[in-house]
């Protein structure tokens, strides 16, 4: 069965700082990662999507990697804003079929 | 189209009363997903419909639920006998088949009392 850990699973960092969340999956076997964003009480919101030939992908300040061989993936924000405050989930995926989540980490923002 | 609509956004119900949910997916999206969130948790699966088959259903899917997509475009998840274990918010995602990647709608928030 599929476990997704994030690490870690609460962060507060000063506006302008860069930095890193975690994402590591049990099954090596993925077809792809989709990295989320959610608000409070609202729905998610694609972030990056990575196939498991790619190695990483960029969009705007963020930077998502993915390691398949060791099971783990990373998404790089860079000069945080306290609009990137919410909290940041990543998903796992056989291709065509469910997701598996962790349990997210919880950015704080702060100006 | 500007992106998963569900239906309704928030939904009180009394403990053993029904309750239905609909999803309208993304329109050129064949592929439908239904997750569950609770407090302080990732989603979790639920169901996943490719056009009108209903291709994986999750054990955490007891006989109480049930869901359909009739005519391979929107979704209703239907819970029956409501219990306060029940108490989550619903989520819906949709995809095409040129691109795995979902997209989520709003959600529904389901309190029973």
């Known amino acids: 069965k599929q476990e997704v850990t994030q690490i870690p699973a609460a962060l507060s960092v000063p506006e302008g700082e860069n930095l890193v969340l975690n994402c590591s999956f049990t099954d090596s076997a993925i077809y792809n990662l989709q990295w989320f964003r959610q608000d409070p009480g609202k729905g998610l919101t694609s972030l990056l999507l990575?196939?498991?030939?790619?190695r990483e992908q960029t969009s705007g300040r963020l930077n998502a990697s993915l390691d398949k061989s060791s099971g783990r993936s990373t998404l790089y924000i860079a000069a945080s804003q306290p609009g990137d405050s919410a909290t940041y989930l990543c998903?796992?995926?056989?291709?065509?079929?469910?997701?598996?989540f962790g349990k997210g980490t919880m950015l704080l923002v702060s100006p | 189209d500007t992106g998963v609509s569900q239906n309704p956004r928030h939904k009180i119900t009394k403990r053993g009363q029904n309750v239905t949910f609909r999803c309208d997916p993304i329109s050129e999206h064949n592929r439908l997903y239904w997750y569950r969130q609770t407090l302080g948790q990732g989603p979790e699966f639920l169901t996943y419909?490719?056009?009108?088959?209903?291709?994986?259903k999750s054990r955490l899917l007891s006989d109480r639920f049930s869901a359909e997509r009739p005519k391979g475009s929107f979704s209703t998840l239907e819970i029956q006998r409501t219990e306060q274990g029940d108490s989550a918010m619903y989520l819906c995602a949709s995809s095409s088949d040129r691109n795995t990647e979902a997209f989520f709608g709003q959600g529904t928030r389901l309190t029973v009392v």
């Open positions: 419909f490719q056009n009108e088959a209903q291709l994986e």
């Open positions: 990575i196939q498991s030939s790619q």
């Open positions: 998903a796992v995926g056989p291709g065509y079929s469910t997701l598996t």
